[in-house]
């Protein structure tokens, strides 16, 4: 059965560094998006990607983030000058699919 | 806007009891309905999901009912197990093949032995 992966699985970073979230969707889905999960949180939309383009975006994601798909596998999401806040697990998703996460620790 | 509000938790039953978390939505359009399950330090498992009125989704003994005149999707189980031990997000999509999730807060379950 097809699955979505994500790397690292666990980045610690220091504010105001950047930092590029890797994913590999399902590789004939069409629909890509990213959510974040604050500590204890709700699971919040950021942003979804289709034909290689961004579709619609919350106000979450501001202008600190980025998502590209570079090469037609990888799906990545960039925040350039992280903050104390950033700090979350941010999962990828391929249509209904969920990746494991990536645990963002900002220092 | 779309909105999901889900039971507070946190919910502890013994082993083999009744489970029961309820969970309304927004009725703005035809929206698919999910619920996903997170064990501890896990990600989010999709659990099941009905995409129209009356549709039963149904995996792993848990089992949810899409109902229109009520705006719910409450998550049952008859008989909890103690690996069913988690926190169950409720969530709705936007409709067609867009799967933008919106999501509840989350229960947490602890099943005891």
């Known amino acids: 059965e097809p699955e979505v992966t994500q790397t690292p699985s666990h980045q610690v970073t220091q504010m105001g560094q950047e930092v590029i979230l890797r994913c590999v969707p399902i590789s004939n889905h069409l629909y890509f998006y990213w959510y974040r999960q604050i500590l204890g949180q709700k699971v919040e939309f950021l942003v979804s990607?289709?034909?290689?383009?961004?579709?619609?975006k919350s106000e979450i994601f501001d202008d600190q983030f980025s998502v590209e798909r570079p090469d037609g596998s990888n799906f990545t999401l960039k925040i350039r000058s992280t903050k104390l806040e950033d700090s979350a697990m941010y999962f990828c998703?391929?249509?209904?699919?969920f990746g494991p996460g990536t645990r963002l620790t900002v220092l | 806007g779309n909105s999901v509000t889900q039971m507070e938790g946190p919910v502890t039953l013994s082993e083999e009891a009744f489970l029961t978390i309820n969970c309304t939505y927004t009725a703005t359009g035809y929206p698919s309905l999910f619920w996903y399950v997170q064990y501890p330090g896990e990600g989010l498992q999709l659990l099941l999901k009905a995409t129209k009125a009356d549709d039963k989704g149904s995996n792993k003994g848990f089992e949810a009912t899409y109902r229109k005149e009520t705006t719910s999707f409450h998550l049952e189980k008859g008989s909890v197990q103690v690996s069913d031990s988690a926190v169950y997000f409720c969530?709705?999509?936007?409709?067609?093949?867009?799967?933008?999730?919106?999501f509840g807060k989350g229960t947490l379950l602890t099943v005891n032995p």
């Open positions: 969530a709705r999509g936007s409709g067609g093949s867009n799967y933008k999730l919106t």
């Open positions: 990607f289709y034909n290689n383009e961004i579709s619609e």
């Open positions: 998703a391929s249509s209904k699919f």
